[in-house]
């Protein structure tokens, strides 16, 4: 008796779990796109194609190699809308007796499979290097989960940048090299671009139909949607940008918008690339001498120790983890997350980069969007479903944890020991978008003072119950301390205006 054999949009892997328990013969591939899937956050018109895209050409491949493929597209008449009512509508159709899919990377899909009305054996994502067993094991017993401990399990077990039972270079994290502000020019023209195929033009004509309402430009389109291009793309960057990634990776400058980075994490989380195989190509490259030590540490750190890291805290942390909000924010997210008008430069780039790219690096993320959502008090949830729908490599396993713990501090500190706050300053040493802003990040106070400022201390007064024993902590507490009290309230007082006039949807 055949089985279907469930393969996702985030599962495009030749070596999946479920291809491999598989019986090539007899079982039948079951893959659908699905307006449940496609909806349930406004995703990124970007995204929706990268996927669509990436799974149609990935089902050939699986019926060039043999598979038995039932494919269902987005305008197919009898599509039932949702994975498990294609799971049905299949089961009937070819008399299949059970489902084995492998485990999906959100608690939304695993839950609904789960309690599917067919007999589903839901089976372990091989593709990550840590299994959940290995993380709660890792975690068991542990005051505080920190990556970087973390991290070094993961590079004892794969060896990567390994000296025997040491580091290379005699040290774990090279992070402090990695900080460097933007330089005055990017010489690298940017991640591999590929031109839209017959099949892609078929599904951007798609996604142009049905999505044209959802935040973010469809077009121009250069995504790689087939795992030969993706490759392609890795050894892009590993030639042309991985040498001067570490210096610049925190970097943000108003005239690239990608500067050294590799934007392969759409590729990876699709299941095109696989982590390791990235990884690897990393770390021959600063073998051969042709990347710096700072630079191959500072990325294979985001893969096998960020990367896994999250994963391993969303399972860990169970269905309810999105939830959080231990600070206790309830504003709502700003319009000009979505496209709105602010004066703010920083923010008016970061967002427009996402419109653009359905991208945007990581300290963009975290230092601008996210530090601006966390000092304004907004909702988690509502800035974990933005960060979900905006951008191509968003999955909610990498990219709740990333927002809810580490961005807004909604976990009370499970990931980070302390909130990514900070003021206008760090932008301003980190970026040129302060030179052509409406405000002045050198102003405190008063008219035309950067909302940053104001929003920095106003949050580290309201939370200093929560945070003043803090140890990272004491020095801004003392700082704030130090002040005229007269200063200290013209700070919260312009807060306070600032938060009104959000509030009231003017312009900030």
Request: glycine share 8%; hydrophobic share 40%; aromatic share 10%.
């Given at each position: 008796?055949s089985?279907?054999?469930?393969?996702?949009?985030?599962?495009?892997?030749?070596d999946?779990?479920?291809?491999?328990k598989a019986e090539k013969g007899?079982d039948?591939?079951v893959m659908?796109e699905v307006?449940?899937?496609a909806g349930?956050?406004?995703?990124?018109?970007?995204?929706?194609?990268?996927?669509?895209?990436?799974m149609?050409?990935f089902?050939a491949a699986?019926?060039?190699?043999g598979w038995?493929v039932?494919y269902t597209r987005?305008?197919d008449p009898d599509?039932a809308?949702s994975i498990?009512?294609?799971l049905?509508r299949?089961?009937?159709e070819?008399?299949?007796?059970?489902?084995?899919?492998?485990e999906?990377?959100?608690?939304?899909?695993?839950?609904?499979?789960?309690h599917?009305?067919?007999?589903?054996h839901?089976?372990n994502?091989?593709?990550?290097?840590?299994?959940?067993a290995e993380f709660?094991d890792?975690?068991?017993?542990?005051?505080?989960l920190?990556?970087?401990?973390f991290y070094r399990?993961?590079r004892?077990k794969t060896g990567?940048?390994?000296e025997?039972?040491?580091?290379?270079g005699?040290?774990w994290?090279?992070?402090?090299?990695n900080?460097?502000?933007?330089?005055d020019?990017?010489?690298?023209?940017?991640?591999?671009?590929?031109?839209?195929d017959?099949?892609?033009?078929?599904?951007l004509?798609?996604?142009?139909a049905?999505?044209?309402?959802?935040?973010?430009?469809?077009?121009?389109?250069?995504?790689?949607?087939?795992?030969?291009?993706?490759l392609?793309?890795?050894?892009?960057f590993v030639?042309?940008?991985?040498p001067?990634?570490g210096d610049?990776?925190d970097?943000m400058?108003?005239?690239?918008?990608?500067?050294?980075?590799?934007v392969?994490?759409?590729?990876?989380?699709l299941?095109?690339?696989g982590?390791l195989?990235?990884?690897?190509a990393?770390?021959k490259a600063?073998?051969?001498?042709?990347?710096p030590?700072?630079?191959a540490e500072?990325?294979?750190?985001q893969?096998?120790?960020w990367?896994e890291y999250?994963?391993?805290?969303?399972?860990?942390e169970?269905?309810?983890?999105?939830?959080?909000?231990v600070?206790k924010h309830d504003?709502?997210?700003p319009?000009?997350y979505?496209?709105?008008?602010t004066?703010m430069?920083?923010?008016?780039h970061?967002v427009?980069?996402?419109?653009k790219?359905?991208?945007?690096?990581?300290?963009?993320?975290?230092?601008?969007?996210?530090?601006f959502?966390?000092l304004a008090?907004?909702?988690?949830?509502q800035v974990h479903?933005w960060?979900?729908?905006?951008?191509?490599?968003?999955?909610e396993?990498v990219e709740?944890?990333n927002?809810v713990?580490m961005s807004?501090?909604?976990?009370?500190?499970?990931?980070a020991?302390?909130?990514?706050?900070?003021s206008?300053?760090y932008?301003?040493?980190?970026?040129?978008?302060?030179?052509?802003c409406?405000?002045?990040?050198?102003?405190?106070t008063g008219?035309?003072a950067?909302?940053f400022?104001?929003?920095?201390?106003?949050?580290l007064d309201?939370?200093?119950?929560?945070?003043?024993s803090?140890?990272?902590m004491?020095?801004m507490?003392?700082?704030?301390d130090?002040m005229?009290e007269?200063?200290?309230?013209?700070?919260l007082?312009?807060?306070?205006a600032l938060?009104?006039?959000?509030?009231?949807?003017?312009v900030?």
């Open positions: 008796m089985r279907l054999v469930l393969v996702l949009g985030d599962q495009l892997s030749h999946l779990t479920a291809l491999k007899s039948i591939v659908a307006a449940e899937e349930y956050v406004g995703h990124h018109p970007k995204k929706i194609a990268l996927i669509f895209s990436a149609r050409k089902a699986l019926e060039d190699e038995k039932r987005l305008d599509n809308g498990v009512g294609e049905l299949r089961a009937e070819t008399g299949a007796t059970g489902v084995i899919c492998t999906p990377g959100e608690w939304r899909l695993v839950e609904k499979l789960k599917a009305p067919i007999k589903t839901i089976l994502d091989t593709r990550f290097i840590a299994s959940h709660e890792w975690a068991e017993e542990r005051k505080a920190r990556m970087e401990y399990e993961m004892r990567l940048m390994m025997g039972d040491k580091p290379a005699e040290k994290n090279f992070d402090h090299e900080r460097k502000p933007a330089p020019e990017v010489i690298y023209e940017g991640p591999l671009w590929f031109e839209p017959a099949i892609v033009e078929e599904v004509a798609l996604v142009e049905r999505f044209a309402d959802h935040f973010g430009d469809l077009r121009p389109f250069g995504f790689a949607t087939t795992r030969d291009e993706a392609e793309a890795l050894d892009q030639a042309h940008a991985l001067r990634f610049f990776q970097a400058m108003e005239e690239s918008d990608f500067l050294y980075h590799a392969l994490s759409p590729y990876i989380n299941g095109l690339l982590p195989e990235v990884c690897r990393v770390e600063w073998q051969e001498g042709h990347a030590i700072n630079a500072g990325f294979i750190r893969i096998i120790g990367r999250m994963r391993g805290i969303y399972f860990l169970g269905p309810e983890y999105v939830k959080r909000n600070l504003r709502d997210l319009a000009f979505w496209g709105g008008e004066r430069s920083c923010l008016s970061a427009a980069v996402t419109r790219e359905a991208y945007a690096h990581h300290i963009q993320r975290l230092m601008v969007t996210g530090n959502a966390l008090g907004v909702d988690p949830h479903e960060y979900l729908a905006v951008y191509a490599d968003a999955y396993w709740a944890p927002v713990g807004q501090f909604a976990d009370g500190g499970i990931i020991s302390k909130p990514y706050v900070s206008g300053a932008i301003n040493r980190m970026s040129d978008y302060c030179k052509g409406h405000y002045s990040v050198s102003k405190k008219e035309g950067c909302p400022n104001l929003l920095y201390w106003h949050f309201r939370h200093r119950d929560r945070f003043k803090n140890a990272r004491g020095n507490y003392r700082t704030w130090r005229d007269d200063r200290r309230e013209t700070v007082r312009d807060a306070e938060l009104e006039r959000l509030d009231a949807g003017e900030i």
